[in-house]
T-cell receptor, first 120, second 111 residues
Framework: DTGVSQNPRHKITKRGQNVTFRCDPI?????LYWYRQTLGQGPEFLTY????????KSRLLSDRFSAERPKGSFSTLEIQRTEQGDSAMYLC??????????????????FGAGSRLTVL | DAKTTQPNSMESNEEEPVHLPCNHS???????IHWYRQLPSQGPEYVIH???SNVNNRMASLAIAEDRKSSTLILHRATLRDAAVYYC????????????FGAGTTVTVRA
């Protein structure tokens, strides 16, 4: 396994266009996360999946954003009608979550290299 | 989310130790202290985590104050490859899906 893979690495688009990013997590990881990072800031949580279920969405995730993880493996993040403010690095991460009822302080996230979006 | 406070930047010379402080005065009993770092043009990577006791791994050491209101990440011998942004994050074990990143500390290593 080569880690978390994200595609495309760079995307330049015009305002109003739709874009889609793909994330392939580490195969045995059941959790998948999306984060957004703008220049000079730390990553911000957008949403996460446990298997195929989307369990939490940040208020940052407007109606123009949609994420899916149809078979509990890869995930896509789609942005419709892009705006210049959407320009950012979109990071995907995955982790292996223990069974329900078992608490662990570990739950280490493995991040991909990110997909950089530039909206002109 | 519990907050952490880190210096904006630190400089070090190659082969010397680096001590990165983090204040987390509002830490709760279910918060673990996690450190991640982000090298240029890469996603963040896990460095170390701890709860109460000091921790060591191949990358770094984590020293946690007795009252848990502060911690220090120690890079024993900085190399040029350690130049990165280092993030100190509190992770609630009962709500562990979210990592809340701050702005982190930018570490510069001089050759």
């Amino acid at each position: 396994d080569t880690g978390v893979s994200q595609n495309p690495r760079h995307k330049i688009t015009k305002r109003g266009q739709n874009v889609t990013f793909r994330c392939d997590p580490i195969s045995e990881h059941n959790r998948l996360y999306w984060y957004r990072q703008t220049l000079g800031q730390g990553p911000e949580f957008l949403t996460y999946f446990q298997n195929e279920a989307q369990l939490e969405k940040s208020r940052l995730l407007s109606d123009r954003f949609s994420a899916e993880r149809p078979k509990g493996s890869f995930s896509t993040l789609e942005i419709q009608r892009t705006e210049q403010g959407d320009s950012a690095m979109y990071l995907c991460a995955s982790s292996s979550h223990l069974r329900a009822g078992v608490l662990s302080g570990a739950n280490v996230l493995t991040f991909g290299a990110g997909s950089r979006l530039t909206v002109l | 989310d519990a907050k952490t406070t880190q210096p904006n930047s630190m400089e070090s010379n190659e082969e010397e130790p680096v001590h990165l402080p983090c204040n987390h005065s509002t830490i709760s009993g279910t918060d673990y202290i996690h450190w991640y770092r982000q090298l240029p043009s890469q996603g963040p990577e896990y460095v170390i985590h701890g709860l109460t006791s000091n921790v060591n791994n191949r990358m770094a050491s984590l020293a946690i104050a007795e009252d848990r209101k502060s911690s220090t990440l120690i890079l024993h011998r900085a190399t040029l490859r350690d130049a990165a942004v280092y993030y100190c994050i509190l992770r609630d074990v009962t709500n562990d899906y979210k990592l809340s990143f701050g702005a982190g500390t930018t570490v510069t290593v001089r050759a």
